[in-house]
């Protein structure tokens, strides 16, 4: 099991397509990696959403996805979770090829994301129950009023979702993405829509889930400031290809900045400073 | 791994749980109950008191008491068969869940065995006041024609999913922009499958393409029942025979427009 401080420690420098690195590689054979993304093509018609990349990600790691609009995150992550098929390449999760041996591993793993929704009529206890039984949790009455606890949600537990604002509904997200306590959580934008406090909150309850569950979480994100406080990795995307990946703070140190945000910023806009250059 | 193979080891509890993931939907919403009572009783009524009329003055049908209520009925066992199949699938759709429900350990065949489950929920509570209004209008005891009925409703049943199954997997491959299929497809069968009117009355190259399809032996078999009080266990068992070989293909069709979705990534849009 790599510790985040291994991890940090490991990782000077990494990027995909045959770049340099110290993370585990999809041809090393990490048995015990939760992902393993292995030369990754989808294209649709004339577009190239993802171009070729590589990367694996240890159990118990939380990495975050960076990257513009179109950049390929949200197809990589259909991809590993077996929502849209390769045109070329190989994912496995937990072990298995993906979408292959889906049955084996869709019950360990959970995601939350905005491009879906929960059904708007039924209240939050229904949703959640309906979600439980889909995901065969034992004892779900008691995870459910658990969950309702940790995250909040009594006060509305037995209203409408649709009747929800939009930062309750994120946590009922959240909730159903918890239900099955996953080993593999995919995330896409966990806290947009919510202020900063409850965003802060939620963030705090992602750090705990993992650290008591050794769970493996990879997030899709925009908020810089989320991905540097919970991530111990980093991956940049740009045109469907990985542009780095690494530590928050390597990363930031190759690009001679002090945020990522100005890292994201560097890099959607193509400006290549001599600090980077001169790392590679 | 093939993609059959995929569907062993079928979950009665996870298509338990969609089945209740519909009720809630149902019991949560009274138009959506209402719609499931109006159409056929509004059917019912308006073709009962048509036949009456036309009873009253022609001799055919007032010795065939009971086809024109009887081929409604039956009809609408077929049409809302199929509606309550999809429009289960559709609520998906609308909700947006379905990329919650592929993500979750619930197979294609248990979602599929969950929307015909629901079909025969919704059919009961749509076509049941229907029958009964039947009687007390028209005197006209759909129950009354006892074991042939099952014959007639299992048949009619299965080609309603199939027709769901494929038109579902139309509407996952090619989004909500393909949803008028699901409300008209049906009615495209409805000249072919004669069943207001025998097969006869077709031209012979489309008497062909009729008995290629379950529901013509049905309302043949039917009038046959009412008319000539014979009941044609040969029309049962070609139209079960039909249906089985149907329901596979739509199965087949299905898992292909569910690849094919994934291929095109339709089930992150899901939109037009």
Redesign the interface.
């Known amino acids: 099991m790599h510790s985040t401080a291994q991890w940090r420690k490991n990782a000077s420098s990494m990027t995909e397509n045959s770049k340099a690195s110290s993370w585990p590689t999809v041809a090393e054979g990490i048995s015990s990696a939760a992902i393993e993304v292995d030369r990754l093509v989808k294209v649709?018609k004339q577009t190239r959403a993802v171009d070729g990349i590589s990367f694996s990600l240890p159990r118990g790691s939380i990495t975050g996805l960076l990257g513009g609009n179109g950049a390929g995150k949200?197809?990589t992550i259909?991809m590993i979770?077996?929502?849209?098929?390769p045109t070329s390449g190989r994912v496995r999760v937990l072990g298995h090829r993906m979408?292959?041996?889906?049955?084996e591993v869709?019950?360990r793993m959970?995601?939350e994301?905005p491009?879906?929704?929960?059904?708007?009529?039924?209240t939050v206890r229904?949703n959640l129950?309906?979600?439980g039984?889909?995901?065969?949790v034992r004892h779900l009455a008691d995870r459910i009023a658990k969950l309702a606890d940790d995250l909040d949600l009594n006060d509305f537990i037995d209203r409408?979702n649709g009747k929800l604002s939009a930062g309750q509904k994120t946590r009922v997200a959240l909730a159903?993405a918890l239900i099955n306590q996953p080993e593999l959580l995919l995330l896409d934008e966990p806290t947009a829509s919510l202020d900063p406090d409850t965003a802060d909150w939620v963030r705090s309850h992602l750090e705990r889930y993992r650290k008591d569950n050794n769970a493996t979480i990879l997030l899709a994100s925009h908020n810089m400031l989320e991905v540097e406080r919970l991530c111990d990795r980093v991956i940049i995307m740009k045109r469907g290809r990985v542009e780095d990946d690494d530590t928050p703070d390597a990363i930031m140190a190759r690009y001679n900045r002090s945020t990522l945000e100005e890292v994201f910023l560097d890099v959607a806009r193509g400006r290549v400073n001599g600090a980077k250059e001169g790392t590679r | 791994?093939s993609e059959l193979a995929?569907h062993r080891?079928i979950?009665v509890?996870?298509i338990?749980?969609?089945i209740?993931?519909y009720w809630?939907?149902l019991m949560?919403?009274w138009p959506r109950l209402l719609e499931l009572l109006y159409w056929p009783a509004l059917q019912i009524i308006t073709w009962g008191f048509l036949q009456l009329y036309i009873a009253q003055n022609a001799n055919f049908f007032a010795r065939a008491g009971g086809t024109l209520i009887g081929a409604v009925i039956l009809w609408d066992i077929l049409f809302r068969g199929q509606l309550g199949f999809s429009i289960s699938f559709l609520?998906e759709m609308w909700?947006?869940?379905?990329?919650?429900?592929?993500?979750?350990?619930?197979?294609p065949i248990e979602f599929l065995l969950s929307l015909m489950a629901m079909s025969l929920i919704r059919l009961a509570i749509g076509v049941i006041p229907m029958t009964l209004l039947a009687i007390a209008f028209f005197h006209f005891n759909v129950y009354s024609l006892g074991l042939p009925l099952i014959a007639f409703f299992c048949n009619l049943i299965f080609t309603s999913w199939s027709v769901g199954i494929f038109v579902s997997g139309l509407v996952l491959r090619n989004g909500l922009g393909a949803e008028s299929i699901v409300w008209t497809l049906m009615f495209g069968i409805m000249p072919l499958a004669c069943v207001y009117y025998p097969v006869s009355v077709l031209p012979h190259w489309l008497q062909a393409i009729a008995w290629s399809l379950p529901p013509t032996y049905v309302f043949e078999g039917m009038r046959a029942l009412l008319i000539e009080n014979t009941f044609r266990t040969d029309l049962m068992l070609d139209a079960l025979a039909i249906n089985a070989g149907l329901l596979l293909a739509s199965f087949g069709a299905f898992l292909a427009l569910l690849?094919s979705a994934?291929?095109?990534?339709s089930?992150?849009s899901g939109g037009e």
């Open positions: 649709y949200t197809t259909a979770m077996g929502l849209v098929l979408p292959e041996e889906s049955a869709l019950g959970n995601f994301s491009y879906v929704d929960m059904p708007m009529r039924l229904q129950t309906i979600f039984k889909l995901y065969a409408a159903k | 791994m995929l080891g979950s509890q996870r338990g749980a969609m209740l993931r809630y939907l949560s919403s609520e909700a947006r869940n379905l990329g919650n429900l592929m993500m979750s350990p619930l197979r690849r994934r291929k095109h990534g089930l992150l």
